[in-house]
């Protein structure tokens, strides 16, 4: 029975896909049964460490403070661990409730009572000792008050509050090592000391009072307007408080031990009662840890049988991929003969799958096809061939005739080219001389733009020398002018100097009180002279300004007179080469309509000759073309032998050649 490919491949996803759900489904599932006991332990874990925070540790704060509000803390903190039981076992929740319920009824019972002794259990003998101090300093001070009445007694009233100071300090160090260590023999130690003091107290009693009173009045008196007082001695309150303070102390070092010991007790039962619950927690997180191991060997073993059935489904399907590759390599040497070209032998196999028996029939259907196809070209390869024989033929056939053509254009394309180099050189005179017109005709009309530009200039410059001719005409009139203005400041000079000389005259007839003044006359006067001379000085040079001015005058107007002659001549020159200039560029256009008929002739004589050479570059090309088209086809008469060749590789009969 044959069985599609795509059906057994769409059957190997399913199974694989299926493993896959259940290894999916076993995980999940193995996780979530080993995540539970890790949860529980997890929720125990929380409610232990709520049970020390709110219970165990207010309980310890209690007992070192005596705070009653710690106390209060730990009891709400049981209430709140008795809600928080649910997540334990019904046997461990059962007791764990009946456990709480009594650590309640032991706190609010004894435990409390022992909590207040024991914030401070020394407290008492502390006071005992330090009022019984206050006590002794009250009575030093008694003695020294009263000590002129009585200096025996006093003295002896110091020394017995100095002894008893001594006691109280040694006691205070007895107790101290005694509710440390509990020892007996310091506590007896502690019981002799006290009867010694009480000893000491006694003797004081025996001592005479040393007068020393305290006043009080009488409220009632008072009111009545009376002043009565009634004197009492200090030495009685001070020696009944000290001997009251000695016997109680024994009583309560006898109280502090009492107190101590109910304290150790409270804490001892405390002890075990929270131990009982640690119990408790401990017996459910080993019982959590056992559900864990189990748990774990449970899902160990899913997964482990989960992993054989993916083993045994893999091999299944291994075996089933082997069978149908093997038959699939059964198609291989089949296949290698034919691409060998051996088409004799078809295929013959025993296919399990509907898929490989239709690649073995197509493969057949294959072999068919190439065999009629490769006997068909074995039969137009031969045509090709008889045809290529005849192509050789012509293409060695117009090869010749395009080698005649070339020659035959050689000749004419040389004598073309003669005719056009003589056309070229009479081109190139006509060119030539054009060209020496053009520059003739610049070179003049450059010079007849210079002669123009100087007669511009020769008139510019007549003009100039008229105006500096003017110019110096005005200078002269001017220096006429500065030589009248010279006349009045020498005569202004002159009249200086004769009224300075009168001034020098005056002042010799004033005599000292003229002395000044004459000084100042002799500077004007010496003024006066050397102005006059300066006058003198500048007069003769604008004399000789005038003469020179006048010369000056004389020469600007020869100057002038030249100038206009010049410009005449300029202007002459320059009309003489306008004419020459007309004359040249009639030369110059005959040259060139002569070059432009040689260049004329000279283009056809090119075209001619460019389009001999095209038809010989064509006839060369048509030669290599045909040499080409030879070579071709004794490349197609190679290719088709080999084609032959080729094709007698195929075997389609076996009495076909191999």
Excluded at 505 to 517: H, K, L, V, Y
């Amino acid at each position: 029975m044959k069985v599609q490919l795509s059906r057994l491949s769409l059957l190997n996803s399913l199974i694989l896909f299926t493993i896959a759900m259940i290894l999916a489904f076993s995980t999940i599932w193995g996780l979530k049964e080993l995540r539970a006991p890790y949860l529980e332990l997890d929720k125990l874990s929380t409610l232990n460490e709520r049970f020390v925070l709110n219970v165990v540790r207010p309980i310890e704060e209690y007992l070192n403070t005596g705070d009653a509000t710690k106390l209060t803390e730990a009891t709400q903190g049981i209430e709140v661990s008795l809600t928080s039981s649910e997540i334990l076992s019904e046997a461990a929740k059962v007791t764990l409730q009946e456990k709480l319920t009594e650590l309640s009824l032991f706190l609010d019972g004894d435990f409390r009572a022992a909590g207040k002794l024991s914030g401070d259990p020394q407290a008492l003998l502390l006071q005992n000792e330090r009022e019984t101090r206050d006590e002794l300093s009250l009575l030093t001070r008694y003695a020294l008050d009263g000590y002129n009445s009585d200096p025996i007694a006093a003295t002896r009233y110091i020394k017995l509050a100095t002894s008893l100071l001594e006691y109280v300090h040694a006691q205070a160090l007895n107790r101290q090592a005694y509710f440390e260590t509990f020892s007996q023999a310091k506590f007896e130690e502690i019981r002799s000391s006290i009867t010694s003091a009480k000893n000491d107290a006694e003797s004081m009693r025996a001592l005479p009072l040393l007068g020393v009173f305290e006043e009080a009045e009488d409220d009632f008196g008072l009111s009545l307007g009376d002043s009565e007082e009634e004197a009492e001695d200090k030495g009685v309150s001070l020696r009944d408080n000290i001997g009251y303070l000695l016997d109680r102390y024994i009583a309560e070092i006898d109280q502090t031990r009492d107190i101590i010991s109910k304290v150790s007790d409270s804490r001892a039962s405390l002890r075990t009662q929270l131990s009982e619950i640690k119990l408790i927690f401990e017996q459910q997180a080993d019982s959590i840890s056992t559900l864990a191991s189990t748990s774990y060997a449970t899902v160990r073993t899913v997964l482990f049988g989960t992993v054989i059935a993916i083993v045994v489904f893999a091999l299944l399907i291994d075996v089933v991929q082997r069978s149908i590759i093997k038959r699939i390599r059964e198609l291989v040497p089949y296949l290698e003969e034919y691409a060998a070209g051996d088409f004799r032998r078809p295929i013959n196999v025993n296919a399990m799958t509907l898929e490989v028996q239709s690649l073995s029939d197509s493969s057949n259907k294959l072999r068919e096809s190439l065999s009629s196809l490769v006997g068909d070209v074995q039969t137009r390869i031969a045509a090709v061939n008889d045809i290529s024989h005849s192509l050789e033929l012509l293409a060695r056939e117009v090869d010749s005739r395009c080698s005649e053509q070339q020659n035959e254009t050689g000749t004419i394309s040389v004598s073309i080219e003669q005719m056009n180099a003589s056309f070229n050189e009479v081109a190139q005179s006509a060119a030539s001389a054009a060209e020496a017109a053009s520059l003739a005709e610049s070179a003049i009309g450059e010079g007849n733009q210079r002669v123009q530009g100087s007669v511009s200039k020769v008139r510019a410059l007549v003009q100039d020398v008229k105006k500096t001719a003017e110019s110096v005409s005005a200078l002269q009139a001017e220096s006429e002018n500065i030589d009248s203005i010279i006349n009045v400041i020498d005569g202004i000079a002159e009249q200086t100097n004769l009224l300075a000389l009168n001034a020098t005259i005056e002042a010799a007839r004033a005599g000292e009180q003229g002395r000044g003044f004459a000084v100042v006359a002799d500077e004007v006067r010496s003024l006066s002279l050397r102005t006059s001379e300066s006058t003198k000085e500048i007069k003769t040079s604008i004399e000789r300004l005038q003469t020179m001015t006048r010369q000056a005058v004389e020469i600007m107007q020869g100057h002038s007179e030249v100038a206009d002659n010049a410009a005449t001549e300029t202007e002459s020159a320059g009309a003489q080469l306008n004419e020459t200039v007309s004359e040249i560029t009639r030369m110059k256009q005959m040259n060139s309509q002569i070059a432009v008929a040689t260049e004329q002739q000279s283009s056809v004589a090119a075209d001619i000759s460019s389009n001999i050479q095209r038809i010989r570059v064509m006839s060369s090309d048509t030669s290599e073309q045909a040499a080409l088209t030879q070579s071709q086809v004794l490349e197609l008469l190679d290719e088709a032998n080999s084609l032959i060749a080729s094709a007698n590789l195929f075997v389609i009969k076996d009495n076909a050649p191999s």
